[in-house]
């Protein structure tokens, strides 16, 4: 009885992981996504739900997203930030190799 029930835990789990899609993002300079704010660097970005999650090391970030497709292909991971300088925030962002564009709702 034990064994089956850590099977089917095994299993969901499996699915859960292979529902989260990752990417790689460089970022050249600071910006604000949520509360948080990114430091230019190279980060892990995580889309689940609708959800994407940011971070490098201890730095982490979430915010709420719509997912949306586009008319065509982007061909790298790229942001589009709004605001001024010292206070920009992200406001979209491209998956490269996919159509998908994340609009933060936050």
Same mark, same amino acid.
């Given at each position: 009885?034990?064994?089956?029930?850590?099977?089917?835990?095994?299993?969901?789990?499996?699915?859960?992981?292979?529902?989260?899609?990752?990417?790689?993002?460089?970022?050249?300079?600071?910006?604000?996504?949520?509360?948080?704010?990114?430091?230019?660097?190279?980060?892990?970005?995580?889309?689940?739900?609708?959800?994407? /999650?940011?971070? =490098?090391?201890?730095?982490?970030?979430?915010? =709420? /997203?719509?997912?949306?497709?586009?008319? !065509?292909?982007?061909?790298? !991971?790229?942001?589009?930030?709004?605001?001024?300088?010292?206070?920009?925030?992200?406001?979209?962002?491209?998956?490269?190799? !996919?159509?998908?564009?994340?609009?933060?709702?936050?």
């Amino acid at each position: 009885m034990n064994r089956k029930v850590v099977l089917s835990f095994v299993a969901f789990a499996g699915l859960a992981l292979a529902s989260t899609k990752s990417y790689s993002l460089s970022l050249f300079f600071p910006v604000k996504l949520g509360t948080t704010e990114l430091k230019a660097g190279d980060y892990r970005l995580e889309v689940a739900d609708n959800k994407v /999650v940011i971070h =490098a090391g201890k730095v982490r970030s979430e915010a =709420a /997203v719509t997912v949306e497709e586009s008319g !065509t292909r982007y061909n790298t !991971t790229s942001v589009r930030v709004i605001g001024s300088a010292g206070e920009q925030k992200i406001q979209e962002i491209h998956l490269g190799g !996919t159509r998908t564009k994340l609009v933060v709702t936050e």
